[in-house]
């Protein structure tokens, strides 16, 4: 498979599985150092994507320390996106 690090806006290591037999929405994996606005942290995240390219954020880690799934911007030291207290 190949693996894919780049510069730019972010540094990324791409994990496509593009012969799976899964959903289309379902196979394909990316893991990011993407960069803060400025004066801002950069965040670390492992993103689902699908054929077309798009993202879904599936877990981000912030240099504070906060961790969030289904959430890129976790406000606590863990947010999980839709769950009651930290939705």
């Known amino acids: 498979f190949p693996v894919t690090i780049a510069g730019g806006d972010a540094a990324r290591i ?19 150092n993407r960069n803060g606005a400025i004066g801002d942290q950069n965040r670390f995240e492992i993103n689902s994507n699908n054929d077309a390219g798009s993202i879904v954020s599936t877990f981000t880690m912030l240099h504070n320390s906060n961790v969030g799934i289904g959430t890129t911007t976790p ?3 863990l947010k999980i996106a839709g769950l009651w207290p930290n939705s």
């Open 14 to 32: 791409a994990l496509w599985a593009s012969n799976s037999p899964a959903a289309a929405n379902k196979k394909h994996f990316t893991v990011v």
């Open 75 to 77: 406000n606590t030291v």
